[in-house]
């Protein structure tokens, strides 16, 4: 008798007023199997994966489990099933401890030494290596997202759904985790795997289903698929091969730290320590580390949204900035990407127009107190055309936009300043393989312009692409920079975790 899928879907369909987010799905995911969901942003991978966990209700289609169909009413009912996810962000409580949040998604009552045994025999039998009574502030990323997985983990998931489960780990910490799910599905576990990663999607899953527009495009085995195939099938076009251009050797020092001591402003937050290096115009510099080491008080420091002990500790273009501004840094040639799309970066409600002027005021877009409208919308629209920003105009909003497409235009926009440096935080964070291609490429034709490029990214494959050299950042502290082409991923690895005799 054939073996009947796990979690079937039927012509799923989900619309979101005139957007069709789910057009028609069809899926299904067999017990024991690995099967990854692939698409680009706005392909429609978030709705569907809200459907499958309760958290979205479909406008049509079916939903079976184990053969039957059922209505996943909410996330409650998910979990009821057997249905079990590990969301891209956490939801834990910092100043509690790892046994009190798993305790909070339990529905059994249980007393937190009861619960705190099965934490450590959970944890012992998977390779999750967590103290139940430690406080979760004082946790890695990599050991939070553990939490989050053995907080599913026991309630005997049948179904687990993680989503861009690797964005936040070392290499090593990815290698366990691989070793964790591949035991799952050997006990008969099903994972329903998201990633924009597609070498990881070739090295751990069975099956992948690509999504296009909300409709599912294609089916394949990953692991008798190429990278390039599965990335073709995503955008529904060929890829266009970077062209490899002459990098001019790396001129002046265009960005010089020494030094940098700043305190962490709140109590979770992480205090950088003697932070130095130097960065030369032509150059891209990647400086690789795991979440919560500093990085946010590190672009802090040198975008001048916090002052430094000293005007010496930032030197940008010759000029000691580390007591001035972001205004006056902005005015002696630095730009700078956060990580944060909406709220950071751009505002969702205003058009696009009116989000260029956010950093351009002090380029010509103000003039005794005025807005330069006219070349204001030409510059917008520029940086539209110029990076193919899927945008319906100027005056969209910019909470129209997909993450790529605002992601994109946010690159674009820094770019078109003419900047002498560009910090750039996490550039491809969630984004997926076209719009990082295009966002890859304007780095390099910056840097090859003569422009100093400073990427912060947790994702060591893109930090190892596009750099020259790299440093880590762990605890504040940040090592000594090194070419890309004499470290290894092991050693960057290390580093990562803590470990500073690394070579």
């Not at 100043?95 to 305790?103: D, M, Q, S």
């Not at 195939?229 to 970077?242: K, S, Y």
């Not at 550039?427 to 003569?450: K, M, Y």
């Amino acid at each position: 008798m054939a073996q009947l899928p796990r979690l079937g879907l039927g012509g799923i369909t989900r619309r979101f007023g005139a957007t069709v987010a789910n057009d028609g799905i069809d899926l299904a995911v067999m017990p024991g199997e690995i099967h990854a969901l692939l698409g680009e942003n706005g392909a429609g991978k978030s709705t569907l994966v809200k459907i499958i966990y309760g958290v979205v209700q479909p406008d049509a289609g079916e939903i079976r489990w184990e053969g039957a169909a059922v209505r996943i009413a909410d996330p409650n009912a998910a979990r009821a099933l057997g249905i079990g996810m590990v969301f891209q962000h956490f939801s834990l409580f910092e100043t509690l401890t790892v046994a009190e949040n798993i305790a909070l998604g339990l529905a059994a009552s249980e007393s937190i030494a009861a619960l705190s045994r099965r934490i450590v025999a959970t944890a012992s039998r998977y390779g999750l290596a967590v103290d139940p009574d430690r406080h979760v502030h004082h946790l890695s990323v990599g050991e939070r997202q553990r939490v989050e997985i053995l907080r599913c983990l026991l309630q005997a998931p049948k179904l687990l759904i993680m989503d861009e489960p690797t964005s936040v780990l070392t290499p090593q910490e990815v290698e366990g985790l691989f070793a964790m799910l591949r035991r799952l599905a050997a006990e008969g576990c099903s994972v329903l795997y998201i990633s924009h990663k597609l070498a990881e999607i070739q090295a751990l899953c069975d099956r992948a289903t690509v999504l296009r527009g909300g409709r599912v495009v294609g089916a394949c085995d990953p692991r008798a698929t190429s990278a390039a195939a599965m990335a073709e099938m995503m955008i529904g076009q060929a890829l266009v091969r970077p062209v490899a251009r002459a990098r001019p050797a790396a001129g002046a020092v265009v960005l010089a730290v020494e030094g940098l001591d700043l305190p962490a402003e709140d109590p979770f937050g992480t205090t950088l320590r003697g932070v130095s290096f130097a960065l030369r115009a032509g150059e891209i510099l990647g400086i690789a580390g795991v979440a919560g080491n500093g990085q946010k008080e590190l672009l802090a420091g040198l975008t001048g949204e916090r002052l430094a002990g000293t005007a010496e500790a930032v030197v940008l273009a010759g000029v000691a900035c580390g007591l001035l501004g972001a205004a006056a840094r902005r005015r002696g040639g630095m730009a700078a990407v956060p990580e944060e799309r909406l709220g950071r970066s751009a505002v969702a409600e205003l058009s696009l127009t009116e989000n260029a002027l956010l950093t351009g005021t002090e380029v010509g877009f103000v003039a005794r107190g005025f807005v330069r409208f006219a070349p204001l919308r030409r510059f917008a629209r520029g940086v539209i055309e110029g990076f193919r920003v899927v945008a319906a105009g100027a005056e969209a909003p910019a909470g129209s936009l997909s993450g790529g497409n605002m992601q994109k235009f946010i690159i674009g926009r820094e770019i078109g300043h003419a900047p002498k440096v560009l910090i750039a935080a996490h550039p491809t964070w969630g984004v997926d393989v076209g719009a990082a291609q295009a966002i890859h490429e304007a780095l390099r034709d910056l840097a090859a312009g003569g422009v100093g490029v400073l990427i912060i990214s947790e994702d060591l494959d893109e930090i190892l692409a596009l750099c020259d050299r790299v440093a880590v950042l762990h605890g504040g502290r940040l090592s000594v920079p090194e070419p890309v082409a004499a470290v290894t991923v092991d050693g960057i690895g290390l580093l990562m975790g803590g470990v500073a005799d690394a070579a």
